[in-house]
């Protein structure tokens, strides 16, 4: 059974600082998914891996997926308060449409 | 292009009642995945559908059921609703096998 681990699960940390999420799974995979989600909303897709030594980037946010080690990594550079939300990574399960969600990281910046 | 809809967006509910909640795919994607988030257990696969027929199932009991009509808009229902059955069920489309999933706004079901 493919299991996904987060962690850390909670994270309290200052604006401008940077830090890291990290997302270990068990089983080989076809991809890995970043989404957010702010409280009481659905999920917004962040990343998209498809393969190993994957790297994208967005604004201070940037994935990336190592598959021979089953670990991503979501690394936040210089955080601002608008980062503030509940970070789930995800991974596919080969062969059929379902998705394995991690824990989730609940990251909280303050100003 | 819309995305996925989800209706109703909030329903509260009596225990032992049974609900239906009604997901509206992307146009042209035939694959709908319903998905349960809770606090206690997170976030959990329910089933998926493809044309008309579910392919994969997760570890539900079977008073959580689905299906899907022709034009792939999808429907899940519960019955006999219980406590615990209090989440927030998203939708999510896609286009078939091996293509991301979009999400819905999800319907937040309270059950008193």
């Known amino acids: 059974e493919l299991k996904v681990e987060q962690n850390p699960l909670f994270l309290s940390m200052q604006e401008g600082k940077n830090y890291t999420i990290y997302c270990n799974y068990s089983?080989?995979?076809?991809?890995l998914y970043w989404y957010r989600q702010d409280p009481g909303k659905s999920l917004e897709s962040l990343f998209v891996?498809?393969?190993?030594?994957a790297v994208k980037q967005e604004g201070r946010l940037m994935a990336s997926l190592d598959t021979k080690a089953r670990l991503s990594t979501l690394h936040i550079t210089a955080a601002v308060h608008d980062l503030s939300a509940t970070y789930f990574c995800?991974?596919?399960?080969?062969?059929?449409?379902?998705?394995?969600f991690g824990q989730g990281t609940r990251l909280t910046i303050n100003p | 292009k819309a995305g996925v809809t989800q209706t109703p967006r909030y329903l509260i509910k009596t225990r032992g009642q049974q609900v239906t909640l009604s997901c509206s795919p992307i146009s042209g994607h035939r694959s709908v995945s319903w998905y349960q988030q809770t606090p206690g257990q997170g976030l959990q696969f329910l089933f998926e559908y493809f044309s008309e027929t579910q392919r994969n199932k997760g570890n539900f009991p079977g008073r959580f059921s689905g299906r899907q009509f022709s034009n792939s808009r999808s429907e899940m229902n519960v019955s006999t609703l219980e406590l615990g059955d209090s989440a927030l069920y998203l939708c999510?489309?896609?286009?078939?096998?091996?293509?991301?999933?979009?999400f819905g706004p999800g319907t937040r079901l309270t059950v008193l």
């Open positions: 089983t080989t995979s076809d991809r």
């Open positions: 999510a489309s896609s286009l078939d096998y091996n293509n991301e999933q979009f």
């Open positions: 891996l498809l393969s190993n030594g």
């Open positions: 995800a991974v596919d399960i080969k062969g059929a449409q379902k998705l394995v």
